[in-house]
């Protein structure tokens, strides 16, 4: 940003092998350290002006120099001065940081997604092929990466100061934040907000593997089943499939292909359905009823964990066609005619 | 009076035969029960300084404690929940029994009523209840501690707060509470006293700064402080009944905690600095001997900071989910506040501009508050910008911008304060080469203390961490390092101002020549403060009036 681009490296990894400065490992790093020295200049102008000030002053006009004051009213000219610069100053500084911020906060559309569920003292990191993650996180380098999280318990803050980037992990609330990991090595991650005893002990670290290391990593790590499988799971053992069947009669909107669209709910409003809706959907159904259907449906609050959630969103989100619901309905209703199950309740029953 | 031009406007009574004055408020009644029943604002004031100071040295012995661990990257001085407490203990101490009151509570409530002319504040019983309500305030933070500590942060965060903890929540946020009233009460009390208790010819522009400040910080005050009672009433209430409105699981809103809190939380940085700048406005005019510079611009700044103060509150939660276009504005206004406080710090340095410049102790610590301040308000304009704040907040950044404002800033008012008005408060002068080393040794130790946490912030350091990597080593051995010399920064003041009450030089009515209505009257004050209703006659910092003055007593006494 207007220095040379060798002068720059040279002076961001001088200062980071002075242990001084955090490495630039991510995209977005070298645009926030701009601001940062940007920021910096000020600050060391700014002060050095004042201090400036008082020095020569303080010399001139000691009293052994300058026996006798002279009064002075003020002057609007020298006020003004010093109150239309600094104020374009930190306009200038609303700005940029507006700039960078929609910049860090606002993902680009190829990020692939990773969940991180926050809780009382650990990370837990899902990646939709199944893999899941204690206080580590595996992304691949040079691919954007968009964390999906939330807080089983308190408020957690998942921050990677070697990436630049930093977001509150709220309970009750998916919030999201994204990188690209532009050098391989090993982070720090931190819990950045006091969540309580052991807040110090939440920390872990980031792995960036260039993307054929991922690859292996991928295949290493796989607990056999993908989030969307364990959501299927959870769709049926919960019942969901007794209603949401996608069938014409059924009870529950058509769920497939429901996410990314807009619904109009019975009060009128318009819902873009993402992440947080659908679960917001599940856990609190009578505030989200989709227009033409009556509120019906129970609350989850309680019944399912951040974890399960996570499973079922996942499992919506790809969900193109009902084909397999209906097939697991089939089974369990051809279930129905066999005369050693129960009469009623059996929507519940899970066939492996 | 030597008149010779030496490097000091110091001017003190012949001490061969000077006293302190045979009647005036310390020796007006005796006893102790005299001081705990008074109205008088100048007792009340002095029992402040005394419980501030108590309250100070705890926070103090915390702040150590919490720098002791932090010289080691292990958790091997005290274990986890222990220094969780030294934190929460130090910062709740810190604000809201130190910084919130300290200026306004004892150097306020001690001239505010003089400075106008008026003999008392409007309500002096209020006044006097006030300070029962910081001390029953002080007790149940003490009782807090004592039964076992509490462990939540300053900040109270919901749920941590309303769920997850069992340390003592409660008593710590009653203590909060009542401290609150004791606030709200001495704001409305400076309110009132400065509407309607001036003096005949005290205009309001011709009011010293330090009231004009003071106004400012009481309009905050008793605007924000009651929303802080009401949030902290709500986190005992969801405590103790559930009532839900913080809890998502029964519908509540868990960032309506901190939007409540920060609504009086930002302000209330503003309740700190305030009356401290009100106090360099003092004593930057008086060792310059000239009129503060642009003093409406100085006056209105301060209304301005008051105003634009309470609507900048979410910059405390830009990475925390809020939407973008709220975001957007609650910068825009955080760089607005930023403006009439460079304002404030030109219009003070082009103050001694053609001035006849002396540099006793106050004058000093009024450098090093423009030096560190300036400092700690330029790094808050890189937490107001929002790209960057993603980085810096939740870090030893953060920390050491706080810190650089509220010690850097507010603490070397106060001591700037305390040093400049010790004369008139006891009648003695503290003994200066002492005090001059005093000064020195805090700024070193300030710098030392608080830059390297610049530093560790840009690195990703978290605040309120018990244990940390071990690269970052140095720089928190240097911090610690800082912290010792800062700790006997202070301890000195406390030693020798306390040896001063007895051994120090008789000060005179006006050992600085300054200008203010404080100083023309006897030092140490009659209860009554002036013997007849005295006429504000000219402006404030009118040094010519000042040199007529003295001229004709000297020619009429002789």
Redesign the interface.
């Known amino acids: 940003m207007g220095l040379s681009p060798v002068l720059w490296q040279f002076m961001v990894k001088w200062l980071h092998a002075s ?4 490495a630039e490992a991510s995209g977005i790093s070298p ?2 350290d701009a ?2 020295f940007f ?1 910096l200049l ?2 060391v102008v ?2 050095a002006l ?2 400036v ?2 020095l020569v ?2 010399i001139r ?4 120099k ?10 609007t000219l ?2 003004a001065t ?2 239309i610069i ?2 374009a100053i ?2 200038v ?2 700005v ?10 606002n993902p680009p559309a190829n990020a692939m997604n990773i969940y991180v569920v926050g809780k ?1 003292w650990m990370w837990k990191a899902e990646h939709p092929g199944g893999q899941h993650e204690i206080n580590a996180l595996h992304v691949p380098m040079g691919q954007p990466v968009q964390l999906t999280m939330i807080s089983q ?3 957690h ?1 998942f ?1 990677i ?2 990436f ?5 992990v ?4 998916y ?1 999201t934040v994204w990188f690209e990991a532009t050098q391989a090595g090993t982070y ?1 991650l ?12 939440m920390v872990g670290t980031i792995t960036v593997l260039t993307p054929d290391d991922y690859k292996k990593w991928l295949q290493q790590s796989t607990s056999g089943m993908s989030l969307a499988q364990n959501g299927e799971r959870l769709f049926a053992s919960m019942g969901c499939n007794s209603c949401h069947s996608g069938n014409a009669a059924a009870r529950g909107p058509n769920l497939a292909g429901v996410y990314g669209a807009k619904l109009t709910l019975t009060d009128g409003s318009q819902m873009l359905v993402n992440d947080a809706y659908l679960r917001d959907a599940i856990l ?1 159904p009578s505030q989200h009823v989709t227009a033409g259907f009556a509120p019906i449906m129970p609350t989850y ?2 019944q399912i964990s951040e974890d399960g959630l996570i499973d079922l969103v996942e499992y919506i989100k790809n969900m193109q066609s009902n084909y397999r619901v209906q097939q697991t309905q089939v089974t369990a209703e051809s279930d129905l005619a066999a005369p050693t199950t129960p009469p009623q309740g059996t929507n519940e029953t899970v066939k492996p | 009076m030597s008149a010779a031009i030496g490097n000091t406007i110091l001017s003190l009574p012949d001490q061969a035969t000077a006293q302190i004055p045979k009647r005036n408020y310390i020796n007006n009644e005796h006893g102790l029960l005299s001081w705990l029943l008074t109205g008088d604002h100048k007792r009340i004031a002095i029992l402040y300084l005394i419980s501030i100071t108590f309250f100070f040295f705890i926070g103090g012995a915390f702040a150590g404690l919490i720098r002791l661990e932090l010289l080691t990257p292990q958790p091997d001085l005290v274990a986890a929940d222990t220094y969780n407490k030294f934190f929460t203990m130090h910062g709740i101490i810190m604000i809201f029994l130190f910084l919130v009151p300290s200026v306004p509570a004892t150097l306020g409530n001690f001239l505010i009523p003089i400075m106008l002319g008026a003999k008392d504040l409007a309500f002096p019983k209020i006044n006097l209840l006030s300070w029962y309500l910081y001390m029953i305030g002080g007790t149940l933070t003490l009782a807090a501690l004592v039964l076992g500590g509490v462990d939540t942060g300053w900040t109270f965060t919901t749920p941590l707060s309303t769920h997850y903890l069992n340390t003592h929540v409660i008593t710590a946020a009653t203590a909060i509470f009542i401290a609150g009233f004791s606030s709200i009460f001495t704001g409305l009390n400076f309110i009132v006293t400065i509407h309607r208790m001036r003096c005949p010819g005290m205009t309001w522009f011709r009011m010293p700064l330090f009231v004009w400040a003071h106004y400012a910080a009481s309009l905050l005050m008793v605007l924000g402080t009651p929303v802080l009672a009401i949030a902290l009433v709500l986190v005992a209430l969801e405590r103790l009944f559930g009532i839900g409105v913080f809890d998502p699981t029964k519908g509540g809103d868990p960032l309506l905690f901190q939007h409540l809190f920060w609504f009086y939380s930002h302000p209330a940085v503003y309740i700190m600095i305030l009356p401290g700048m009100g106090v360099i406005s003092e004593v930057i005019s008086t060792f310059s001997r000239k009129r503060v510079f642009g003093y409406t611009a100085v006056a209105f700044s301060s209304v301005a900071i008051a105003l634009f103060g309470f609507f900048v509150w979410e910059h405390h939660m830009f990475i925390m989910g809020v939407s973008n276009y709220s975001a957007l504005v609650f910068s825009l206004l955080t760089m607005l506040v930023a403006v009439p406080s460079a304002i404030k710090i030109f219009n003070w340095a082009f103050t001694l501009q053609k001035g006849s410049i002396t540099f006793e102790t106050p004058m000093l610590y009024a450098f090093g508050f423009m030096g560190l301040f300036t400092i700690g308000g330029l790094t808050g304009v890189f937490l107001g910008s929002l790209g960057m704040d993603i980085h810096l907040t939740e870090t030893y950044f953060i920390v050491a911008h706080f810190h650089f404002v509220m010690v850097g800033g507010m603490l070397m008012a106060f001591l700037a304060g305390v040093h400049f008005w010790w004369p008139k408060m006891t009648g003695r002068m503290y003994p200066e080469s002492l005090s001059k080393l005093a000064a020195v040794t805090t700024f070193i130790g300030f710098n030392l203390t608080f830059l390297p946490q610049f530093i560790l912030g840009y690195l990703g350091m978290p605040r309120r961490y018990h244990a940390y990597p071990p690269e970052f080593q140095v720089l928190n051995v240097l911090s610690t390092a800082g912290a010792t010399v800062l700790g006997i920064g202070y301890m000195l003041p406390m030693l020798y101002l306390a040896w001063s009450l007895k051994y120090g030089a008789i000060a005179g009515d006006n050992p600085w020549q300054a200008t203010g209505l404080e100083w023309q009257i006897q030092s140490p004050p009659l209860t009554e403060n002036f013997l007849e209703t005295p006429i504000m006659d000219h402006e404030a910092y009118d040094y010519e009036w000042l040199t007529n003055k003295t001229k004709k007593e000297v020619t009429t006494v002789g």
């Open positions: 242990a001084l400065f955090p645009y926030v601001l940062y920021l000020m600050t700014g002060t004042v201090a000030l008082l002053f303080s006009y000691r009293r052994e300058n026996p006798v004051a002279t009064q002075v009213e003020g002057s020298l006020e010093w109150t600094p104020l930190f306009l500084t609303f940029w940081g507006a700039l960078l911020y929609f910049r860090i906060y009382q318990d308190v408020f803050s921050s100061p070697d630049r980037i930093k977001r509150e709220i309970p009750g609330r919030s720090h931190f819990c950045t907000q006091y969540c309580g005893t052991q807040h110090s002990g609190n609050q309680g």
